[in-house]
């Protein structure tokens, strides 16, 4: 391509440089060796040359053309004949047409060239252009895949939030259920420490029953002129070394039904007085004649145990001890005992029973002994004011307890306490607590539908109601 143009260059100048050339056809030989004369539409070598076509590449230099001959300048000379055709040689003919046909050949050439440059610079247009398409269409394609990875990253980062989402719920939901299972937990705690609750104190009320039964089934009672209690943890009865007055003693041992009240027995007692002193007297002459009852043991009706089987010094008798202390083949029914239970003090009881339950406390009864009374009426006078004050005290103490309003400042339970009725210690209602507990400790029950347990954490307002259940 760049050869075209430089071919088109050359052909170009050369037609400038040929302007003024003009050509003239051969002459007819038939008419004539004259020159034709020049027509006037002789032919232009500018009017050969078609339209500039567009600029081709540059071609390659091409060689350096031949010097022309310059000739001396002559003079002037007269006008000579009109040249003829046959005045020139073929040779001088072909030397005045050759430059012309030169330039023909270098015209055509360059047309050749123009139009080989413009079909080119066409076809590369079409090219370009068909690239410039191409690129376009890629560029499209570009921007179309561009558009649909935008369009697909956008969706997964909706995908990726949606499934943050789901992992956010799912992680709520977890955490739900851990809490529920969490709450589940712990209400069954509280259930079974309920429960275990319940089970304590089903089972303390059982050993508060079983405790009374077990009270109620050994009440206290006097032995050897004291009051003996049942004691629940060892299962026996101890001594409390509280004396029993007589008139106590007649209501555990009487078969009176009913009893006489205090002021008869009073009475009675006085008028066995001297009964009571002949009997002194007659076992103590049964006493010196002790040898005698050994021979004939059936006929003795009064038993002197404290003589007939001596203690050390210093040692006494007490029912137990001294039934068990009289010989088998004396035992009857009737038969007296007495015994002396601690210095100077003598007991009586007479047998009313079946000798195969000899010691059983109710086959026996009490024998009043008066004689002392009567021989210190001063000292008894004393005993009974200060039995008088003693029943007195016991009365009000009782009367209190029954109308509630006994205080006591200690109170040891030894095992179990039973209450009956009321009591302070475990209030109740239908609502929840609206008063000031009386005492740190104290219970409240609510008693509707929704039952609850409340205990006091102190005693200064209501807010020290604490609810445990």
Request: aromatic share 8%; hydrophobic share 40%; net charge negative.
């Amino acid at each position: 391509m760049g050869e075209s143009n430089t071919n088109l260059d050359d052909a170009l100048d050369l037609s400038r440089s040929l302007k003024s050339y003009r050509i003239y056809p051969e002459p007819d030989k038939s008419k004539g060796s004259q020159v034709p004369k020049i027509p006037s539409d002789s032919y232009d070598l500018n009017t050969i040359i078609g339209p500039q076509g567009v600029k081709g590449d540059t071609g390659a230099q091409g060689p350096q053309g031949f010097q022309g001959r310059i000739g001396s300048t002559g003079s002037t000379g007269p006008q000579g004949d009109p040249f003829l055709y046959e005045d020139f040689t073929p040779e001088q003919i072909q030397a005045l047409q050759q430059p012309a046909l030169d330039a023909a050949d270098a015209a055509n050439l360059a047309t050749q060239s123009a139009n080989d440059a413009a079909s080119l610079a066409t076809t590369k247009a079409g090219l370009a252009n068909d690239a410039a398409d191409a690129a376009n269409l890629a560029t499209q394609s570009a921007n179309d895949a561009a558009d649909s990875a935008n369009s697909a990253a956008s969706l997964a980062t909706t995908k990726a939030g949606l499934a943050n989402d789901a992992a956010d719920a799912a992680n709520l939901a977890t955490q739900s259920a851990n809490d529920a299972a969490s709450l589940a937990t712990t209400k069954a705690g509280l259930a079974n420490d309920a429960a275990i609750l319940a089970n304590e104190k089903a089972s303390l009320a059982e050993d508060k029953a079983n405790l009374a039964n077990e009270v109620a089934l050994h009440p206290s009672k006097i032995e050897s002129g004291t009051w003996w209690y049942w004691d629940v943890d060892n299962d026996v009865y101890v001594d409390s070394g509280i004396a029993a007055t007589p008139y106590e003693n007649y209501l555990q041992f009487t078969e009176d039904d009913p009893p006489l009240d205090e002021e008869a027995w009073s009475v009675y007692s006085k008028t066995q007085g001297d009964y009571a002193r002949e009997q002194g007297d007659y076992a103590k002459g049964i006493g010196d004649s002790y040898d005698a009852v050994k021979l004939d043991k059936t006929a003795v009706d009064i038993y002197n145990v404290t003589l007939a089987v001596p203690l050390p010094a210093g040692s006494y008798y007490n029912s137990t001890t001294a039934r068990a202390a009289v010989p088998i083949d004396v035992r009857k029914k009737g038969l007296e005992l007495i015994y002396e239970t601690s210095a100077g003090v003598w007991y009586k009881e007479r047998f009313i029973g079946d000798i195969a339950n000899w010691t059983a406390a109710s086959n026996w009864e009490i024998v009043p002994l008066k004689s002392h009374i009567e021989n210190n009426e001063e000292v008894i006078a004393e005993a009974l004011v200060e039995l008088k004050n003693k029943i007195d005290a016991l009365q009000n103490i009782i009367k209190e307890m029954i109308l509630g309003s006994v205080q006591i400042d200690n109170l040891d339970i030894v095992k179990n306490l039973n209450l009956y009725g009321s009591s302070n210690m475990i209030l109740t209602g239908t609502a929840a607590p609206a008063v000031v507990p009386d005492f740190i400790g104290q219970f409240f029950i609510k008693t509707s539908a929704t039952t609850a347990c409340y205990q006091a954490t102190g005693n200064s307002s209501v807010n020290d109601w604490k609810q445990i259940g």
